[in-house]
């Protein structure tokens, strides 16, 4: 029996015009599969076409290869400090074919509805999920809704999705690609994880029947790869650190990668403020803000006693951002277990955080969360990490939703000022991004139906 790989529609005859930049995708030209290769570090990714071979990276001096030209946090030139996501690949995922979208530090997906925003940043929440060690069912809940509309199964009715992102960081950029199956039972069948042209861990799916994938990592020792299992529902890049011993400079550098491409992925909070939800007083618990912001006054109730610096900042934001005067943001007991939120006005009078309006509210709620960090949002930030080395992402799904004028470049200016320090990322959805212009550090890529 063959060994599945996703199924995918044939690739468009023209450059795909998704998002801009876009990545042309070297899948199959038919829609049924090829056959999945075996796991060698010379063969393409499962589930895709022959791709051509990467070219070259230049060399520095013995033959070395060279760092790609970036800017690190304290400005010198190199690869930055902390990783992060630089690129996100959708090769064959919903409705997006052959595209790579780039992310900066300020990133806005623009687009109309259908474009496929939504899709994008559930596909970079997956991969998180994946990043941080979580099962194929937690990372896809819905791995219909992943495979591309178009995607024939093939003979023995499978058919399956591609994504992927690109890392950058002190081991300079490394790649991921993994391609799933979605039907008829949830499986990775091929992982890819590459650096300067070289892969360094390679998985494909052998035999059907057993619950694992063939994985092959670069050793540069006695023997070139090492070969082993690992199971077909993890993510084979965060399982190497428990695999690969590390005795050889290929060992190392496969280690290297692999958590360059974890801590990259880790540190990801989706945040979908949810007005509703946020009138009401709520139990006291760990302070730890949730994605729907729910338990926002239980939050303050922490935050405005342990950092009155960021807390200020807040109250300045809920000035710029709510109508009336603002003199502070506040939380109170409010009968046994409880707490709720209030905007004090100066003048004696307290507006309860329930009679404000939805924009208001997640004006409020993502100015927070622009301002705290793992440490107080509901976040499995890599713990063995210190803390200077880590990149908070936050994804923003309407980022815009429900915001007016005032309030959207408001936090836009905030954004732009957070995020230019390092330790937040930002990558939002937004209907039109006409309004960011003028505003610095800002990456907008555009997407549309097509």
């Not at 194929?136 to 809704?145: V, W």
């Not at 280690?255 to 909070?269: G, K, T």
Request: charged content about 20%.
């Amino acid at each position: 029996m063959t060994p599945p790989s996703p199924s995918s529609p044939p690739p468009p005859s023209s450059p795909p015009s998704q998002a801009s930049p876009s990545r042309p995708d070297p899948g199959p030209s038919s829609a049924s599969a090829p056959p999945v290769p075996s796991a060698s570090p010379a063969s393409p990714l499962p589930g895709r076409g022959t791709a051509p071979a990467p070219a070259a990276p230049p060399t520095g001096p013995a033959g070395r290869p060279q760092s790609l030209a970036g800017t690190r946090s304290d400005g010198t030139v190199g690869h930055p400090d902390r990783p992060r996501v630089t690129e996100l690949l959708l090769s064959a995922f919903a409705g997006h074919r052959g595209v790579g979208l780039p992310l900066g530090a300020l990133t806005l997906l623009a687009g109309p509805s259908g474009s496929g925003k939504t899709g994008a940043l559930r596909a970079y929440e997956a991969l998180a999920r994946l990043g941080g060690g979580a099962g194929l069912d937690e990372a896809f809940p819905d791995p219909d809704a992943c495979v591309p509309e178009r995607a024939r199964a093939d003979a023995q009715h499978r058919r399956g999705f591609r994504i992927g992102c690109t890392a950058d960081g002190p081991e300079g950029p490394v790649r991921l690609e993994i391609a799933v199956q979605a039907e008829p039972e949830l499986r990775i069948v091929g992982e890819r994880l590459t650096a300067d042209g070289q892969v360094l861990l390679e998985t494909a799916l052998r035999d059907p029947r057993r619950r694992a994938v063939q994985a092959a990592w670069h050793t540069a020792g006695a023997a070139p790869v090492t070969r082993a299992p690992l199971p077909d529902d993890r993510l084979g890049t965060a399982l190497l650190p428990l695999r690969v011993a590390g005795k050889t400079p290929g060992q190392r550098r496969v280690l290297a990668a692999a958590e360059q491409m974890v801590v990259a992925l880790r540190s990801v909070f989706p945040c979908d403020p949810r007005p509703d939800r946020m009138r009401a007083p709520v139990p006291t618990g760990t302070g730890r803000l949730l994605g729907g912001c729910d338990n926002l006054a239980d939050v303050l109730w922490r935050t405005r006693v342990e950092c009155g610096r960021r807390h200020a900042l807040l109250v300045a934001a809920a000035r710029a951002g709510c109508a009336g005067p603002v003199a502070d943001l506040l939380a109170e007991p409010y009968g046994a277990g409880l707490v709720r939120a209030l905007l004090a006005r100066g003048d004696g009078t307290r507006t309860d955080l329930r009679l404000l309006g939805d924009g208001e509210l997640r004006f409020i709620a993502l100015a927070l969360v622009l301002l705290t960090g793992p440490g107080v949002l509901e976040v499995d930030a890599p713990g063995e990490v210190p803390a200077a080395l880590q990149t908070l992402t936050v994804l923003a799904d309407g980022l815009d939703r429900g915001l007016d004028p005032r309030q959207r470049a408001e936090l836009l200016r905030l954004a732009a000022r957070m995020c230019e320090r390092g330790h937040i990322r930002l990558v939002g959805a937004v209907s039109d991004a006409s309004w960011t212009a003028g505003v610095d550090g800002v990456t907008v890529v555009h997407l549309n139906r097509d």
